[in-house]
């Protein structure tokens, strides 16, 4: 049974317009990462979470906010979609340390319009 | 911050042939860990191999790579490359975010195309 979950898995928003992406774990991970992956830049980190009720930016938080619910929730938010902003979305969990591999879930493509 | 350099974009190697996908960093801290991920069409990425030891051999799926610190770098191998080898590889540095937090750094990925 997959450990990390995202929803939905494909979305087609309009510029401008308000977009909420998903992830869901079942791994009692204390970490959660939201990165977006691009054709020649791989993958970037949007914004990570150590606790809930708290998130921290990554490398490219600028139009994007987070919420961490809870120890299994993680929310990507784009309250203004641009057309920059095309691209898959992975959330990922990891335990704590700096050893610790990150798990991804099967990822989000979004096409703003 | 911290840097990842990765062999650039397509590298293409015929089936039993050797590869070998270059991965360097830049890195202000003395303890790292490293990652090699393989991320699969249309799946999600997922862990190949990881390493925090310097100058020792970790080895999974037939891949090798050794973590040289005093090259900086993490090179990931193979003795005979398989079809079902062709995939996209990033190479990943762990690193301190502030106080006990880790991040991981992606390099931009290479995209492995392994042909008959």
């Known amino acids: 049974e997959a450990a990390v979950t995202q929803s939905p898995r494909s979305k087609v928003a309009v510029t401008g317009g308000k977009v909420t992406l998903s992830c869901h774990q079942t791994?009692?991970?204390?970490?959660m990462y939201w990165y977006r992956q691009d054709t020649g830049h791989g993958l970037r980190l949007i914004h990570y979470?150590?606790?809930?009720?708290?998130?921290e930016k990554g490398d490219i938080p600028d139009g994007y906010k987070a919420s961490r619910p809870s120890q299994e929730n993680f929310s990507l938010i784009l309250e203004l979609a641009s057309l920059s902003q095309t691209a898959v979305y992975f959330c990922?969990?990891?335990?704590?340390?700096?050893?610790?591999?990150?798990?991804f879930g099967p990822g989000t493509r979004l096409t703003v319009l | 911050g911290d840097s990842v350099t990765q062999t650039e974009g397509l590298v293409t190697v015929t089936e039993g042939l050797p590869v070998k996908l270059n991965c360097t960093y830049q890195t202000t801290y003395l303890t790292i860990a490293f990652f090699w991920y393989v991320q699969y069409l249309n799946e999600a990425p997922q862990v190949l191999l990881k390493s925090s030891t310097d100058n020792k051999r970790t080895e999974h799926q037939g891949f090798h790579a050794t973590l040289h610190k005093s090259s900086s770098s993490f090179h990931l191998q193979k003795s005979s490359a398989q079809l079902s080898d062709s995939a996209l590889y990033y190479c990943a540095l762990s690193e301190a975010s502030g106080g006990s937090n880790y991040k991981l750094t992606f390099g931009k990925g290479t995209l492995l195309t392994v042909t008959p």
């Open positions: 990922a969990s990891s335990d704590r340390g700096r050893r610790a591999e990150q798990f």
């Open positions: 979470s150590y606790v809930a009720d708290s998130t």
């Open positions: 791994n009692n991970h204390d970490y």
